[in-house]
């Protein structure tokens, strides 16, 4: 069946066709790359998982080696904002942490973890403090069970340098403390609820605190000699102020023996438990004071930073798309659509694309431009670490070839329900999902390969090569085709900015009964770490006119060993 544009125009009217409510436009330079980190957790098209380190808060940590992740990456968080002085508008969550690990007030293995953890997944658009961010809202969902969802915001800048010192410790009286948090944008009932809200999960290390949990000969050797702040130093509940409460708290830092360092046992007497007590009768306050607070954590920024709103989900959201140019005078678009599962009504449904031709040429018969996939189609799930998901996804792979001068501007996807029929049409915001098709890399030409060459000191170091062709439409409009490449500053740490590379392509040939026009380079970078290639830039440039295609990943290039 062909379905014209004018077509779907007039059906979108009849009553059966509702338009699908999503207030975000695809693509979003700023919250894309997050959004997928945040929702793809487990499975899904190319995920990388990293919310798997902290399922059941523990995650990969060890119980019996007293390593809690979802606690470390909580931690993490709070000690690099902690600096922050909310009056100045510096500091806050800024990956300057990773600058300061040899200061007394970040012991522990916790801050170098959460670095190498998420350094990997630096790119230009997720800063690692953005990551820290998003580490920490997995922790607490984990944590919570699913229960405390806190909104992410993108947009965090990573410090190059340490900022000042200034996390809490302690050992340091109640006045330190109320100032300290005064500085950080807490005031003194709040310093009490972010303590308990911290301090519900995880515990004190002995290894790293001998003062505070002093080592015991016939101690049990493995547990790196930690003592928990609850009995349920796994699970984000209000226990560390019911049992503070009653008396019974195990916390090392509210009855331990050394009197120095009951810093939480200060802090929370500091008001005569008026607020400890509120916390102790209702955990659904404790946990609603804990989100709001953890939330205002999190945004805690320099006064230069502007975050984003925060980020939801896309219902229906393109991925992996590509499009290449074929010596019969034909296109290909392909990739995957990511569909929320709550949209697949029944197991009939079909999610169509309706692609919309160039220039307003009209799709027939002969050359339709829609192409449909069933839910046997679906090859992928993307689910959550938490109990509770904010939303699952299911992915269907599609390729449609139409002749290269008809080509596709955009297309809307059209999920239908194959038992009532019902059909919704979800249309990007009225925008339609862009093809960008005027500037694409070839994916079926282009190739990458890496290998090794010999480096300095009789080592071998890693080089990586990729033979780039890119497919222009109408390439008499520009001047220069340029790949514009990334690099870290700072090999390994992963932060600390960019350097930028711009390559400019060269012409090669004019594709054949087409409209498009091949420009190639070779470009190669050597590395000595293991962190892979940052997606690359294209843009063309002529007299008044300008298009780009950003942040190609180069997973989706051909590797040949
Ligand atoms: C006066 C303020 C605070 C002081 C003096 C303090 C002190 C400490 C100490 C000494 C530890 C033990 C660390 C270890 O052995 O690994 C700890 C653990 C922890 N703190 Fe705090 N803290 C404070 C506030 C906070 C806040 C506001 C948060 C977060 C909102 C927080 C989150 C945590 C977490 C999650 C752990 C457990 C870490 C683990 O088990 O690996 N702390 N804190
Ligand atoms: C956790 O640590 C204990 C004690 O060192 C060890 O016996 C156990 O195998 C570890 N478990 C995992 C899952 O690594
Ligand atoms: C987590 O939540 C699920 C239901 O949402 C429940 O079945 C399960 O017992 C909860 N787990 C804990 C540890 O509370
Ligand atoms: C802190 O602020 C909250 C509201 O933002 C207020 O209810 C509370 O009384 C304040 N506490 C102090 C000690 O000022
Ligand atoms: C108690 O803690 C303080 C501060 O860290 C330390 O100076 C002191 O030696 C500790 N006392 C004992 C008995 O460990
Ligand atoms: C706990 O200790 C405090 C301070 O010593 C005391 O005022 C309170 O009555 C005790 N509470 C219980 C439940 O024993
Ligand atoms: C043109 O080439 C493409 C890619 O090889 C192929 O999928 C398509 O069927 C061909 N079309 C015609 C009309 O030969
Ligand atoms: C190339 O572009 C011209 C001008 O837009 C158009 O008339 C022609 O049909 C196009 N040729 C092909 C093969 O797409
Ligand atoms: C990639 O390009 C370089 C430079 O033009 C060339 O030497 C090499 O053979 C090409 N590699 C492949 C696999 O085509
Ligand atoms: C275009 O390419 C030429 C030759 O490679 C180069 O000299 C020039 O700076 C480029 N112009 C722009 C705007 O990138
Ligand atoms: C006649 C016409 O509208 N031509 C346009 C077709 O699309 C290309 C690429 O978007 C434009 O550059 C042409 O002007």
């Given at each position: 069946m062909v379905f014209p544009q004018t077509a779907l125009l007039a059906l979108a009217s009849v009553s059966l066709w509702s338009p699908a409510l999503c207030e975000q436009v695809w693509p979003n330079a700023r919250t894309d790359r997050l959004e997928w980190l945040l929702y793809e957790q487990l499975g899904g098209y190319a995920s990388p998982g990293i919310a798997f380190f902290v399922h059941d808060c523990v995650g990969i940590g060890n119980e019996t080696q007293g390593i809690n992740f979802g606690a470390e990456w909580l931690r993490n968080a709070y000690h690099d904002m902690s600096t922050a002085d909310t009056i100045a508008g510096t500091g806050g969550l800024d990956g300057s942490i990773i600058y300061e690990l040899d200061r007394a007030e970040n012991v522990g293995n916790a801050f170098s973890e959460t670095r190498d953890s998420f350094s990997?997944?630096?790119?230009t658009r997720s800063s690692l403090a953005d990551l820290f961010a998003l580490g920490a809202t997995f922790a607490i969902g984990a944590c919570s069970n699913g229960t405390m969802i806190i909104p992410l915001r993108a947009g965090r800048i990573d410090a190059r340098e340490a900022g000042p010192a200034g996390v809490p410790e302690p050992q340091q009286d109640l006045a330190t403390h109320t100032a300290s948090f005064a500085r950080q944008g807490f005031n003194a009932t709040e310093m009490i609820e972010l303590v308990a809200c911290g301090h519900t999960i995880g515990g004190v290390h002995g290894v790293d605190f001998p003062e505070i949990v002093p080592f015991v000969p016939?101690?049990?050797?493995?547990?790196?000699?930690t003592s928990s702040f609850?009995?349920?130093?796994h699970f984000f509940d209000n226990k560390v102020a019911t049992e503070f409460i009653s008396n019974t708290t195990k916390n090392p830092l509210a009855s331990g023996a050394n009197v120095t360092t009951r810093s939480d046992e200060r802090i929370f007497n500091s008001d005569g438990r008026v607020t400890m007590r509120k916390l102790a009768e209702s955990n659904d306050y404790f946990t609603s004071r804990c989100s709001i607070l953890l939330e205002r954590m999190l945004n805690t920024v320099p006064k230069e930073v502007v975050l984003t709103e925060p980020i939801d989900y896309y219902p229906v959201k393109p991925r992996a798309a590509q499009i290449d140019i074929n010596a019969n005078g034909t296109m290909t678009f392909s990739g995957v659509i990511r569909v929320e599962d709550s949209l697949l009504t029944s197991p009939n449904t079909q999610v169509r694309l309706h692609f919309v031709p160039r220039n307003g040429s009209q799709c027939s018969d002969a050359t339709p431009c829609s192409v449909t996939n069933g839910i046997a189609g679906n090859f992928e799930h993307a689910t959550c670490v938490y109990t509770k998901c904010p939303a699952t996804f299911s992915f269907f792979e599609y390729s449609l070839v139409v002749p290269s001068g008809q080509g596709a501007s955009s297309f809307v996807v059209e999920i239908a329900?194959?038992?009532?029929?019902a059909s919704v049409i979800h249309d990007n915001n009225g925008?339609?999902?862009?093809?960008?098709?005027?500037l694409q890399p070839q994916y079926k030409l282009s190739t990458q390969q890496t290998f090794l060459i010999p480096g300095p000191d009789n080592t071998f170091i890693s080089k990586q090569q990729l033979n780039l062709t890119v497919a222009v439409l109408n390439a008499e409009r520009f001047t220069n085709v340029t790949a514009i490449f990334y690099e870290h500053k700072i090999p390994g740490v992963n932060t600390g900015g960019w350097n930028t590379e711009s390559v400019e392509l060269t012409l090669s040939q004019k594709v054949e009964g087409t409209n498009f026009t091949y420009y190639t380079t070779s470009y190669a970078r050597t590395f000595n770490d293991a962190i892979g290639p940052h997606p690359f830039d294209l843009v063309a440039t002529g007299p008044g006119v300008s298009i780009s295609n950003d942040?190609?990943?180069?997973?989706?290039f051909t590797s040949i060993l």
């Open positions: 990997g997944l630096v790119t016939n101690d049990d050797p493995d547990d790196e000699h609850d009995t349920s130093y329900d194959g038992d009532t029929g925008n339609g999902f862009p093809t960008g098709e005027s942040f190609i990943d180069w997973n989706g």
